[in-house]
């Protein structure tokens, strides 16, 4: 009796709380959101968009694996209920508090200067009184969107938990288009499928294709950004930020009801996270508008991490390189040194007595080659990769120490290098491919980058390609997490830049870690090399994959045709719609990934690579449609120069733009690098026109891009 | 036609090499062994003591999980019959190599000065012709014993390869006698039972206890060092030696023909190792004797490790040492600090504002009072547990960053209390619990070792307690014999000596890393102050745990009776027993381990503790029985000293020791530190006798050691 009396009391002490559904509204009032707690006790959250339902009630909560309770709780908890694992029912509102934020910040890099952040919060203080339990879920609501999170204070009876699966639900209104890759563990590098939801499951086997570490959870399974578009002509893109400490969001789909849910990376156990209180999940992202355009022009996932922890960024600066790496991805040359050994062991192996294959690109003849061209031509940095010994038997071995990060091959003199590098006013890039064997990484990261300083490289491209060790570890899982951000922190106390590729999909941690100045984390222009990629692709990654933070696409193929490296694989795009990409594609890191040679041959198309700038003040988003054409407009940073770049999808596409975004009164040189008439991304890539004219503001142009084509402007004030 | 041609042509090819079984004796024609193909091609070893079978024809090989071939052999293997991952059947012996090996060789620290290291050897080389595929099974044979191992040459069929079981069997000749703790991938910490090997299985579950972190296989699983023996007298203990990259080994029965067959620790995935060819397995190892004494006088083990790697050795100095730790043990004080914190960030706690539970033993005033009575009676180091932020939720919750390894407590002034200890001629020993935190502790060792350097230790106990992270990983398994290895070799880089609690049992490995001074891997003191250990089981070690290397087992408790501490355990032992121990388990680290205040009770029994060397010219093994007795005499080196000691199990024991073995015509001054007749280990253990006499080689010492009891003697010549 006295039992059942005190849970009642309690209830009763909370339902006096809070009766009513909690609300906010975006600051513009466009977006609102309600919290209820439904009969199970389930909170359960709904999304308007000027008053309509574009989330419907959609369920909250955890099922936890484990959830020490203090000794005292054994009189009131049934524990063979499991009401100690669940985090999900039961629940009452016993608080919610409004406030208000408002504030303009100056990221360190980006596509502007200066980003508003400006949201109404509610954070509504959930409890399971029968165990005295409270979870916190905090909304931030934007014109463009909303974000919220489930915040886990400190308390008694939440200390230490693992989560079994997050259930968090995102219930669709309708059978939407999607733009979707399959969910996976451990990679994004897949294209495209663009259905209604409802044919997801029958799609999702042709959606597929090999990479060296995957692993896919359901027929139903899509990883985020997930692009949505309603029938009425919303956009809806569903998200995460600030992913730190907490394994990588999918979403699976109820194909018959239309409900997205959580489902968590698993661990080696099958363990979804390891938490500790005080502590929260990532924001969970909704974005909802009107145009395509705003889908890129928002700035939600940036806003809704931590501002910079870095107190000094002035050694952080955007670069454009070039790299000694599509001549290996390409099969012209190759990262190992010599073919003679099946294996091969760091410790006992002397390369120096090895025969050479003669194929091995990152030798001094070569690397100086790249030099004098790159710096010739501008650029500031040169990536090497396969110039430290281990590649041999690098990939697919489960090998524990497969690199030691500090060793050069016996052809690569690195202190002669660097300074070759350095007397151009270059610096060469650094190449950690860690094989995913991330214990060994770990292990040499500090002499790593203390190398890097003695030399004077302030740049790393890192990998992970191939199955986690820890073995049974995933890419996107908390550990792997974990590590993406060590690998950084650490970068950063040697003033070190990352560029991480094969991590998990960024979440807009560049904002707080402004060091981080890319990631691939999705299918990148070497798979033109492995076959090829249909055109679209590059139309729906800046709605996707970039909206977490930049990608080193690595762009700029003008030779389309690689059968001079013996690959029988083309280039799906053309020259025009190449240099398009480094407009369309935002990323304080850009290459210019083709050999020397093929830029010789097209020297006046080049030209556009080596003007266009790689930071921006302002960025304009002309016109848009997911997979089909993206037209855009930037001014380089701290001059009055603007760059354009406009794509095209399966189909060619032809954009009128008008100017006015140019500064009133100023008359620009324009010079206009487009696919020519003829151009054909199959046949003909290499067809293109380059213009000059002067522009005013007021102007309008027509231009023309090709299906898999594009085009790109450079705008200069002419001097008065 | 071709095909089977083909492999016929090999099979006949091979066959012709070598008919007869290969033999092998040891140098003295005790120990023999043979080794065949059975009618499957399975190697099948014997092991004969004097003509005698000792070990029964017994199978060899593996079961792989992964093993790929080179493509050409798709046509000459049916890939759904799996031979790739049979590396057991169909074997033919090519070759058989043999030679000899005698040297005398220096331990930088030991039980005697020089080691003979005196064998024959037989490589057998292995082939299954089908796939051309070669191991090499190679013995090293013994007078007391055998070593053999597995080794993999590199070639095209045998490359990165994934073992899924070791198929390695020990049959028995009969219902041995077995003194056995429980197979386990993850402790060492138990009891033993001494029971026929026919009766494990019924005794298993007596024979656990709990402990942080187990894991048992088998209800017949059992670990090694095992020790036992048969009905005709003779002492057989199987072990392994150098295990190196490799998993540890267990050994389950087959009750019903009492054949031992290897079982290797798993890792997260159930995999039990990933190797790399060349590369080979660690020794196993079957000792053979006729007496008991000639079990701990067998140097089989280290003979198998491979002499010492580090160059410089001047820096490795055995230890006496005393430490604020027992008192923590006992429960009388704390790890840690406060009492305030539900649980612990590192980076978000300020040790500094919290409330002190005024149980911290890590202080700076009982720091200095050890180190005050430590320095005043000789003592090298002292160890402080609980020195650094953290102890408050260490254990238990799978907690990632638990410790940083340099951040000491408020109350513990680190750079006084080192320089404190160094103006009294002694050091502070370094503490690192990991909490199996295994990422965490190397991301932070090459700081923690630093910071040793910084301020003068040269000694680290580390401590693995509770489950291993990367969580699944084991304490047994490859991935963490990596890890043990890395941190030794780490440290000697800094000239830091090692002693690892919970890590894997030892198999040698000291001889070739003798920075490594110590490691738990048994039950050890401590247990005494958790409900207590049996006697005989200080009589049982020497045999098992102690002959892969030097066990820091923390004797020298001199209050049995801990109600002091609010602890109702009782050590069960006699101060004479205790004593004792100083000489029977040896160990270059050697701890007083109980409180100051307890041994100022009885400083005259302490001044054994003061006196007795670790580290010896010499030891004689005068008489022993597993369990039940022991008796030893060491002579200290690079003096004219001796110690002797001699312990009880559970029954009394009385000894007859000849002297024989002191320099002839010297006058020793011994001093008899013994159980007094009175003395009782459960109700008098603190009764104990100190006599005086001078003896000579040609004098006969009658001694009494009570159940659970022992004594101890110096010896020292008397001047003329």
Same mark, same amino acid.
């Given at each position: ?51 309509? &339902? ?43 508090? !409004? ?28 409890? +399971? ?33 693992? %989560? ?16 979707? %890759? ?50 009425? #002509?919303?956009?809806?893109?569903? !998200? ?13 789909? *109820? ?8 489902? /968590?990376?698993? *661990? ?27 889908? /890129? ?31 290996? =991805? ?10 003679? /050994? ?22 001094? *003849? ?34 524990? @120490? ?11 003199? %690195? ?39 003695? @030399? ?9 390609? #191939? ?8 890419? @996107? ?23 991480? !590729?094969? &991590? ?23 798979? +033109? ?17 970039? +909206? #977490?933070?930049?990608? *080193?696409?690595?762009? #700029? ?20 719609? +190449? ?52 037209? =855009?407009?930037?001014? &380089? ?15 060619? !596409? ?16 324009? =010079? =206009? ?48």
């Amino acid at each position: 009796m006295k039992k059942v009396f005190f849970v009642a009391l309690m209830a009763a002490m909370c339902a006096t709380t809070w009766a009513a559904p909690a609300k906010v509204s975006s600051p513009g009032n466009v977006i609102s959101v309600d919290l209820d707690v439904d009969a199970q006790g389930i909170p359960t959250y709904q999304v308007f968009h000027k008053g309509k &339902a574009v989330v419907k009630p959609s369920k909250m909560g955890f099922d936890l694996a484990k959830a020490p309770l203090p000794g005292s709780f054994d009189n009131i908890l049934d524990k063979s209920k499991g009401a100690a694992l669940d985090l999900r029912t039961g629940f009452e509102i016993k608080d919610v508090k !409004h406030s208000s934020f408002n504030e303009t910040w100056k990221p360190v890099w980006g596509e502007e200067s200066e980003i508003v952040n400006n949201y109404n919060e509610m954070a509504v203080t959930l409890v +399971q009184p029968k165990i005295q339990r409270t979870v916190v879920v905090k909304f931030r609501v934007y014109d463009d969107g909303v974000g919220f999170r489930y915040e886990f204070p400190q308390q008694p009876t939440l200390n230490y938990f693992v %989560i079994k699966e997050e259930r968090t639900q995102f219930a669709m209104t309708g059978d939407h288009i999607a733009w979707w %890759i399959a969910g996976d563990y451990d990679t994004q590098e897949y294209e495209y499928t663009r259905c209604r939801l409802s044919e997801i499951s029958k799609r999702f086997d042709d959606a597929l294709c090999g990479n060296a570490s995957q692993e896919q959870f359901s027929k139903t399974g899509v990883q985020t950004a997930l692009q949505l578009k309603t029938d009425d #002509g919303l956009y809806i893109n569903l !998200h995460e930020a600030a992913l730190v400490d907490y394994s990588c969001m999918s979403l699976n789909l *109820d194909e018959k009801n239309l409900v997205f849910e959580s489902w /968590l990376t698993p *661990d080696a156990q099958g363990m979804k996270g390891y938490m500790q209180t005080p502590c929260n999940t990532p924001w969970r992202t909704i974005m909802v508008t009107e145009s395509a355009n705003d889908v /890129l022009a928002s700035r939600l996932i940036l806003n809704l991490n931590e501002p910079c922890k870095l107190e000094d960024t002035s050694w952080i600066k955007p670069v454009k390189y070039m790299g000694v790496w599509w001549e290996m =991805i390409t099969g012209k040359g190759s990262w190992n040194y010599s073919d003679e /050994l099946p294996s091969v062991k760091l410790d006992l192996n002397d390369f120096s007595k090895l025969k050479p294959n003669g194929k091995h690109s990152a030798n001094n *003849d070569n690397v100086k080659r790249y030099l004098d061209f790159a710096s010739k031509h501008g650029f500031q940095q040169l990536l090497i990769e396969g110039w430290n010994i281990g590649w041999e038997d690098w990939a697919g071995n489960s090998k524990d @120490y497969v690199f030691d990060f500090v060793t050069p091959y016996p052809d690569f003199d %690195i202190d002669m290098l660097n300074k070759y590098a350095h007397d151009r006013g270059m610096r060469l890039m650094m190449h950690h491919e860690t094989s995913s064997s991330v214990r060994n990484y770990e292990r040499h990261m500090e002499k790593a980058y203390q190398l890097m300083n003695k @030399y004077g490289y302030n740049s790393v491209k890192s990998g992970y390609v #191939g199955d986690i060790l820890p073995r049974g570890e995933h890419h @996107y899982g908390q550990w792997m997490n974990n590590h993406y951000l060590y690998a950084i922190t650490e970068a950063a106390k040697h003033h070190i830049m990352v560029n991480a !590729h094969e &991590a998990v999909r960024p979440t807009g941690l560049c904002r707080t870690y402004p060091n981080l100045i890319g990631n691939e984390s999705a299918r990148g222009t070497e798979y +033109q090399a492995f076959g090829g990629t249909k055109p679209g692709h590059t139309a729906i990654l800046p709605f996707t994959r970039l +909206q #977490g933070g930049p990608m *080193d696409y690595t762009p #700029g193929i003008f030779e389309m045709d690689l059968t001079y490296a013996g690959n029988k694989s083309k280039v799906l795009s053309t020259i025009g719609g +190449q240099l398009a990409l480094y407009v369309t594609f935002y990323s304080p890191l850009q290459m210019a990934a083709d050999l020397p040679e093929n830029y010789e041959k097209h020297l006046d198309a080049f030209q556009f690579i080596k003007d266009v700038a790689v930071d921006w003040d302002k960025s304009v988003y002309l016109e848009s449609e997911p997979m089909e054409y993206i037209t =855009i407009a930037r001014k &380089a940073k701290g001059t009055n120069d603007w760059f354009m770049g406009g794509i095209a999808g399966m189909k060619p !596409h032809d954009s009128k733009v008008k100017l006015g975004f140019l500064d009133p009164g100023v008359k620009y040189e324009a =010079i =206009i690098y487009a696919d020519a008439k003829d151009a054909d991304y199959k046949t003909n890539p290499q067809a293109y026109t380059i213009t000059k004219r002067t522009v005013t503001a007021k102007d309008e142009l027509k231009l023309h891009a090709v299906a898999g084509g594009g085009w790109a402007i450079s705008l200069k004030p002419i001097a008065k």
